[in-house]
Nanobody
């Protein structure tokens, strides 16, 4: 069974940092792309970052560029999202998702999703 377990969320003050983890099981992690998404109350889910299974070149949406860093450790079947200089507007439930490289190239079209972890940034 394909499973993704997101963890590492919490409550931090503005300017603080968190590292989210996405532990994967049930599939060949090396062959799958990873995406990080977030959804704030009353807003659409948006992709924050993604990293490919091939060249591992990351993508970041403009609002988090230069603050967030995505990475993956294939030996541990785990992906990460390091979040620095957090702002109150980063408050959301963060999800990790995965797909193989032939599944889709659409931003929001992923095959499997984790349960999400809450990130709250206070001012």
């Amino acid at each position: 069974e394909v499973q993704l377990q997101a963890s590492g969320g919490g409550l931090v003050q503005a300017g603080g940092s968190l590292r989210l983890s996405c532990a994967a099981s049930g599939f060949t992690f090396d062959d799958y792309d990873i995406g990080w998404f977030r959804q704030a109350p009353g807003k659409e889910r948006e992709r924050v970052s993604c990293i490919s299974s091939s060249d591992a070149i990351p993508y970041y949406r403009d609002s988090v560029k230069d603050r967030f860093t995505i990475s993956r450790d294939n030996a541990k079947n785990t992906a990460y999202l390091r979040m620095n200089s957090l702002k109150p507007e980063d408050t959301a439930v963060y999800y990790c998702a995965t797909r193989d490289r032939w599944y889709s190239r659409n931003e929001n079209d992923y095959a499997y999703w984790g349960q999400g972890t809450q990130v709250t940034v206070s001012s």
